[in-house]
């Protein structure tokens, strides 16, 4: 499971807001620059708030660890074996098309890795429905709720 700590910024019935900042790992990626989902210090994110957590309360969010593998089999795993189960249809095709092995292989891989990116991306809807692919509050950390400060009249 996949844990990370964020602080609320808005709530909504059911749905909080909540605000995670860049960790340092992020620095030393090497797809920092093609990934702008960390353009910035933070990003914010919608997820379920089943503890009612309210604004400025620190929070614990959670992805279950088999959603965020099937996702990750979809995005990585599903796009490169459509590259090559395409390449390898072009390969065997392509003297049937009166073209070289090569330009088929090409020509079929790309086709096929786009259309699997066109059906993913069509997925894409349906999974940022499904509740069990939606991050969720998980702990409520620390209250926004400030504790009344003892005076020092005497």
């Known amino acids: 499971m996949l844990k990370e700590e964020g602080t609320v ?3 909504f019935p059911g749905r909080a807001i909540i605000k995670f900042q860049r960790h340092a790992a992020c620095e030393n990626c090497d797809s920092r620059g ?3 989902i ?3 210090k933070e990003i914010e994110v919608e997820v379920i708030n089943d503890l009612e957590a309210k604004e400025g ?3 614990e969010v959670s992805v279950p660890g088999r959603s965020l593998l099937k ?3 979809l995005v990585y795993f599903i796009p490169v074996l459509a590259l090559v189960a395409g390449a390898c249809i072009g390969n065997l095709g392509a003297p049937a098309l009166g073209i070289s092995p090569g330009l088929g292989s090409i020509v079929t891989g790309g086709v096929s890795m786009g259309v699997t990116f066109f ?3 069509k997925m894409d809807r349906f999974a940022g429905s499904s509740e069990a692919y939606t ?3 998980t702990r409520i950390l620390s209250n926004s709720a400030r504790l009344p400060q003892a005076s020092d009249s005497r």
């Open 9 to 11: 910024q808005k709530v």
């Open 135 to 137: 991050p969720r509050v």
């Open 57 to 59: 309360d620190r929070v």
């Open 34 to 36: 093609a990934c702008d």
């Open 119 to 121: 059906v993913l991306k």
């Open 38 to 40: 960390f353009e910035g």
């Open 71 to 73: 996702l990750s089999l």
